[in-house]
């Protein structure tokens, strides 16, 4: 019986033993886990990407739309299937400007803020002006011309 006895203590002591060993890795993993996720967090809030250019491309690889900046100033453009630049959102200067265009690349609409005030202008596809709202010095105005420039 005695015989017994000290194998049941061996076989205890074996098992507290490797329960202290899976104590103390369940601890280190929960530290060196907490320490990572807050290394992350800290350096994933302030990270910064540069860039002149960023292209959007379609799945078979055409370039439909782009975020740049020239030496006028940052835009936003888009393009069509045809790779017509066909939406551009930029500012020019210290002037903002949404033009669109049509498929051949004639600007339809603009709207802009010039120092003479906001204004929209409409053009046909020609590119010549047909309407124009705008807020000059003296106060608000509107133009139309026909085909003829009347």
């Known amino acids: 019986m005695d015989t017994d006895g000290s194998a049941i203590q061996t076989r205890i002591e074996k098992l507290e033993r490797a329960n202290r060993r899976l104590q ?63 939406l551009n959102l930029s500012i020019s200067g210290d002037m903002p400007n949404l033009t669109l265009k049509d498929g051949n690349g004639t600007g339809v609409l603009v709207l802009a803020d010039v120092p003479a005030g906001p204004g929209l202008m409409l053009y046909d ?5 047909r309407a124009q709202l705008d807020v000059g010095k003296s106060g608000p105005r509107l133009y139309l011309e026909d085909e003829r420039g009347f």
Do not use: C, H
Request: glycine fraction near 12%; hydrophobic fraction near 45%; charge should be positive.
């Open 24 to 86: 103390l890795a369940g601890a280190a993993l929960l530290i060196f886990g907490a320490a990572g996720l807050m290394w992350m967090n800290r350096y994933s809030r302030n990270q910064v990407i540069e860039a002149q250019q960023f292209i959007l491309r379609d799945a078979s690889g055409q370039t439909r739309g782009g975020l740049i900046v020239t030496a006028d100033g940052p835009a936003l453009e888009f393009y069509d299937a045809s790779q017509k630049l066909r």
């Open 125 to 129: 596809r020609s590119g010549n002006p």
